[in-house]
């Protein structure tokens, strides 16, 4: 199942191309990444959503903590983040 949110989405180097969709297969692709990549890609997605990328400490802990997190992602999870995200592009904060 798909969820369209509008997240940037990044290739392997941290460069924006366009859009990317909510789902399983998005967040294999964001699991597949090194520490590295997998910090650049959430640092770009901070920046994007507003939110300062030097305020974000993502140290070996806390991207085991993001990858955790990502692989036990249900469908049900991955809506609720699709409508969050969509709801905070139009202002909605909740």
């Not at 789902?23 to 990444?33: A, H, P, V, Y």
Request: aromatic share 4%; proline share 2%; net charge positive.
């Amino acid at each position: 199942m798909k969820y369209r949110a509008v997240i940037g989405s990044f290739d392997d180097c941290g460069r924006k191309e366009g859009f990317m969709n909510l789902d399983k297969n998005s967040i294999n692709m964001l699991l597949s990444l090194d520490d590295q990549r997998l910090a650049v890609v959430i640092r770009q997605l901070a920046s994007s959503a507003g939110i300062s990328p030097s305020s974000i400490n993502l140290g070996p802990d806390e991207l085991n903590s993001v990858r955790q997190a990502l692989s036990m992602a249900t469908d049900g999870d991955l809506s609720r983040a699709a409508e969050l995200i969509k709801n905070f592009k139009k202002g909605n904060r909740g």
